[in-house]
């Protein structure tokens, strides 16, 4: 499709609109990279993903998406070995619970429904045990907890009586 067709059709503000009802940046920016296909297999494709989320909401209420973020940046940062900060690692627990809650609404659901949304749900990873170190470790402004761990405890115990 040519840009004059784009122009005509208004696809830079139908893509803006789709992107301003996605939770998280990554789908924001999915939502805008969007281009139109002739495929016919990936459209039908695209609109059973679409029936089955509108089917779900309507059956089982709007998918527990809060908290939900794009950390691919973190784990880059964090798999090249430099360390993320208390409010990064916040990023990731956030993301790492919201994708627990994906997919346990999406597995609460009976078996024979919702086939392609269970199998997207179903890639995103849980790592309960970080998940709840995080939640554990770090206060609502990322900074780490006197009672993280028992000797961080006694050493501030320790410093705020000297």
Known sequence: ???HALRVLE??????????CCACS???RRARALRPSQDAAWIADRLKETTE???A???HGVPPFGGLRDVTELLRKATAGRLLEGEELLHVGDALRAARRVRHY???TPEDEFRRLKAIAEGLQENRDLEERIEKSLDDEGKVRDDASDELRSLRRKQASA
Do not use: S
């Open 1 to 3: 499709m040519d840009n």
């Open 11 to 20: 696809f830079e503000q139908i893509r803006e609109m789709l992107a301003a």
């Open 26 to 28: 990554l789908g924001k």
């Open 53 to 55: 989320a509108r089917e």
């Open 57 to 59: 909401v309507g059956k």
């Open 106 to 108: 999406f597995g609460a």
